[in-house]
């Protein structure tokens, strides 16, 4: 794909995002015409409306203005005085404190408790598809100072709030970009970012995955199809020399974990020798660097049977020994207890489980669940043996991550030390106003010998 180096437009910093969790009217972008008040899903906020007749914008309560005077970019129900005029979901409005100061441009969405997501906090920059382009510019030309394409031909090209586009993912494999849409303003210039990332990448096909759950929750309709160009019968991704082939229509999130690339090859370089297990292994990332790095064996496992299928079709591809590798089809949580069972040891554990706490409100069962395999997995462990252990949970903190492996390790009787503190890759920037961008984090322990 040849990109095209524009010069990024000097936007204010942006915002990030991970974690869509909006809701709001299935509305087409550009039908302006569309009802809001149709599909509004069950348990909408109830946002105060103001005058009809009046200028459209958001009036936030006394006080509530903290936040985004912090330059966070969320706008939740709870903060809002009032909504005036009649807008509809994916409009740009004013917001205005109390007192009727500017504080920024947002998205608008009645049926989310994010009722509005930020575009700007510069009163005087507008929202057209030139801000677009400049967006989208500034978060390529990030990338490509980073030089973030040297070890790999995939990279999550836009992050969301990150980068400055609530609601917007893109991420690239190869020629094909995947787009992921997850809030009523980046659903309302859907046409319009697609054809500015045509002009600026020159892919050989867009593809829109805005099929996630959330996007349902939401209220607004699945969509999953080609929307520029023609999508090719294989599309892979070369990560550090090895190659993955990625479902773009089918597989999970956009296709691939582009995430856990830095430390996916971090365990190739802890691998030689090792009895590895590779838990929740999707199609094969961690495994197939295991057996580069010179495992002695990697048994890898995972529910789904299509990204298992995928994982051995890619450890053929690389040319790797089959033989060192066993695939399993199951439910990690009993995989483990029967590998507990048969008294079986390894000497490196992966653990890269689904998101289980999307929000805050389901940290007590996520939590339950991760102590679970980090209590099994310890108990698999040999001595001296690493735990690469990870959560992708919103509703997780990194301490609280911390603090759940531990009570693991005491439950276990084991001594483990952290070695290695793990996160997102670079090309998953977190806004340092935007703290929720921080998602993925992970530990690498040892444990004593
Ligand atoms: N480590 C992978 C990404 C893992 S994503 C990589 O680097 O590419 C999480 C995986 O967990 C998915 O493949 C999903 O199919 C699998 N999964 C979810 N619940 C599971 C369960 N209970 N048991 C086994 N696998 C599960």
Redesign the pocket.
Known sequence: MTRQKSSPTPHPPSQGNRDFRTRRSGQSPGDKNNSNQKNTPRGAPQIPVGSATAQPGILLKAGREKSLLRRHPWIFSGAIERVDGAPLSGDTLAVRDAAGNFLAWAAYNPDSQITARVWSFSETEKIDAEFFRGRIANALAARDELNLARNSNGMRLIHAESDGLPGLIVDQYGDVLVMQIGSAGAERWRDCCADMLQELCNPVCIYERSDSDSRALEGLELRNGVLRGTLPDNVEVVENGLRFRVDVAAG?KTG??LD?RDN?ALTGTLALDAEVLN?????G??SLYALRGGAKSVLS????EE?VRIAAANLANNGLDSSRAEWQC????QALRTLRDQNRKFDLI?L???KFAPTAAFAEKAARGYKDINLLAFKLLRAGGLLFTYSCSGGISEDLFQKIVAGAALDAGVNAQIVHHLHASADHPVLLSFPEGAYLKGLVLRVAS
Not at 279 to 283: E, G, R, S
Not at 301 to 304: G, L, N, T
Not at 330 to 333: G, H, L, P, S, T
């Open positions: 999970q691939f974990y856990q996916r838990c929740f292994c999707y199609t990332g961690f496992i995972d529910a789904s990204a199951a439910d990690v949580f992966i890269d489980p689904p």
